[in-house]
């Protein structure tokens, strides 16, 4: 585990490495192409920003932004143009936001806390229009934009893991319902050797004790009956044996261990000498039980009260076995405990997982036999109906009870006779329906809307929530681009229109000459005057009485080019000056 923690942090460093060089080589570039730049300001400084900012985008990925957003801040204070190389890291990092940080409203936060700085940060240097628009529009996208995409991208990942994971689970679920088809199996096999094999032998059990009665035969002959009669019980011993390994799983409960001789009486005096509170009577004839039917009862007893010690400490229990001509009775009450506590000091309720009654059912279910449970006022009843006769074969398992935990409930079990019976648990704890089920748990419990489907429920809500969540994401990728252009195309193509349409060629600024009027000067004029001047350029000496126009010298829209100035007196020019694009 250490080894694979110390590849993983060496793979996040050298990604960093890896991130820090490419937009290092973007802050080289420009740096390199700058006419004028500092060597301190426009490329150490930024290249050490970088260096923390990329390590914190794992971290702290949102103080990582601000401190790239502060560089582009920075660089809207430059007179020459607000543009620079900066644009590139901010858009990775805000990509890296959206992709390592599931919630949306901090980000969201953080990013209009940048675009206000800037905004605000042009509002203080009283900036061109040109660096506004660049504030407004180029800066938004680089830290909207990319931030959408690496949430979109996160969704999608997210989506691919859920989807192999539910892979997983449903994989395991398909194990699961073959193991649990290979011990009904088991349980089946089980049944019929029982049913068939162990009902003949029986019968030539008794055919051969009744010829051993004959007054006809020989004392040989006699004696070769009884040879005879021995070995088949025997043979019904050993086929009990292989029924018992064939029915019950290796690691399961339902009945393994059992002493072999050992009795109801024994059972219930074993519980009182350990201070047990129970009390048993016994009511009429006792008949020759066989030893299936002698078993299953002890077994009934024995879970019955080992439920009432584990979820009822020290309360009082009851046993009462009935005997009738075809079937005996098998009935064991215990009182539940209040909710305030439990009746012994110290007690701490245990969750079953339901293992030994499912065996328990499984087993009376086996011998023809009925068990349910019933909460009635304050108390807990555990009946069984164990015939004499063995003649129903098995029924299906009935799916595991699923309680909730910290319930001092015990465990439910469904009537064999009655299908369509919702489990029964004791007073206070939620039903089936009601009580949360984890998806192992859900995938454990084939019903009848999850044999079909192909994950359960829970599950597929989770997948149905992944997908949702993905797919808004994708709808907010694509709609905020929309959003954001109808705003800022307009307004940007309208500037821009306004730049273009007032640029003087420097070969016609050339040919205007003093003194003439502005009729024969027209065709070359551009369509209309640059409209925000800097205020060097407003404020510069001009002749008295004239009236001076502005013109943009290039159609470059971001930097910053020089201004033609065309002073008039009435129609006829008076003056005409070049203004540097920088204040002097």
């Not at 003949?200 to 051993?212: C, N, T, Y």
């Not at 006699?222 to 021995?230: I, P, Q, T, Y």
């Not at 078993?295 to 584990?310: D, F, S």
Request: hydrophobic share 40%; with cysteine.
């Amino acid at each position: 585990m250490l080894h694979a923690r110390t590849t993983s942090a060496g793979s996040a460093r050298a990604a960093d490495a890896a991130l820090w060089a490419a937009l290092a080589a973007t802050t080289g570039y420009g740096f390199h192409d700058a006419a004028t730049a500092s060597l301190t300001t426009d490329l150490l400084l930024p290249l050490a920003v970088l260096a923390v900012a990329v390590p914190w985008s794992r971290h702290r990925p949102a103080a990582a932004v601000v401190l790239v957003n502060g560089l582009c801040a920075v660089g809207l204070a430059d007179p020459a143009t607000p543009g620079n190389t900066h644009v590139l890291p901010l858009a990775a990092l805000s990509f890296l936001l959206g992709s390592r940080v599931a919630a949306a409203r901090s980000p969201l936060l953080v990013l209009a806390g940048c675009s206000a700085v800037n905004l605000a940060t042009c509002a203080v240097l009283r900036a061109h229009p040109v660096w506004w628009f660049y504030a407004m529009s180029v800066l938004p996208a680089a830290l909207l934009l990319p931030w959408l995409i690496g949430r979109h991208w996160r969704g999608r990942r997210q989506l691919v893991r859920e989807g192999w994971r539910l892979a997983r689970s449903l994989e395991d679920r398909h194990h699961l319902v073959a193991e649990r088809a290979r011990l009904t199996e088991r349980a089946g096999i089980a049944a019929d050797m029982h049913d068939s094999l162990g009902h003949a032998l029986s019968l030539v059990a008794l055919r051969a004790g009744a010829l051993e009665l004959s007054p006809d035969l020989t004392d040989r002959d006699r004696a070769d009956l009884a040879e005879l009669r021995g070995t088949i019980a025997d043979a019904v011993e050993q086929l009990r044996d292989a029924v018992a390994v064939l029915h019950d799983p290796p690691d399961g409960n339902t009945g393994a261990g059992l002493p072999v001789n050992d009795t109801v009486e024994d059972l219930l005096s074993r519980a009182v000498a350990s201070g047990v509170p129970v009390r048993w009577e016994r009511r009429g004839a006792e008949s020759p039980l066989s030893p299936l039917i002698a078993r299953g009862m002890y077994r009934v007893v024995q879970e019955a009260l080992t439920n009432a010690v584990k979820h009822a400490p020290g309360c009082p229990i009851s046993v009462r076995i009935t005997h009738e001509p075809s079937r005996t009775h098998v009935s064991v009450m215990n009182a539940v405990p209040s909710a305030g506590g439990s009746a012994r000091t110290g007690a701490r309720p245990g969750r079953g997982v339901g293992r030994g009654l499912i065996g328990l059912h499984e087993r009376v279910a086996v011998l023809g036999g009925s068990l349910r449970t019933e909460p009635d006022a304050g108390r807990f009843h555990v009946t069984a109906v164990l015939p004499h006769q063995t003649t129903t074969r098995p029924r299906t398992p009935t799916p595991e009870p699923m309680t909730t935990p910290g319930k001092p409930t015990q465990e439910p079990i469904t009537a064999p006779g009655t299908p369509t019976q919702e489990p029964v648990t004791a007073p206070g704890t939620p039903s089936r329906a009601q009580a949360p089920a984890s998806p192992s748990e859900a995938a454990l419990t084939p019903g009848p809307d999850t044999a079909s489907a192909p994950f359960p429920p829970e599950s597929a809500k989770r997948l149905a929530s992944v997908r949702g969540e993905a797919r808004r994401r994708s709808a907010v990728a694509f709609v905020a681009p929309v959003v954001a252009a109808v705003f800022f195309v307009p307004s940007a193509a309208y500037l821009a229109w306004q730049l273009t349409t007032s640029v003087l060629p420097p070969s016609h600024f050339d040919e205007l000459s003093v003194g003439r009027p502005r009729a024969e000067l027209a065709p070359l004029l551009p369509a209309r005057a640059y409209p925000y001047p800097p205020d060097h350029a407003r404020s510069a000496p001009r002749p008295p009485g004239t009236r001076c126009e502005f013109y943009r010298s290039g159609r470059d829209l971001l930097g910053d080019v020089d201004l033609y100035r065309l002073c008039w007196y009435g129609d006829t020019l008076s003056a005409k000056d070049t203004l540097r694009a920088r204040r002097p």
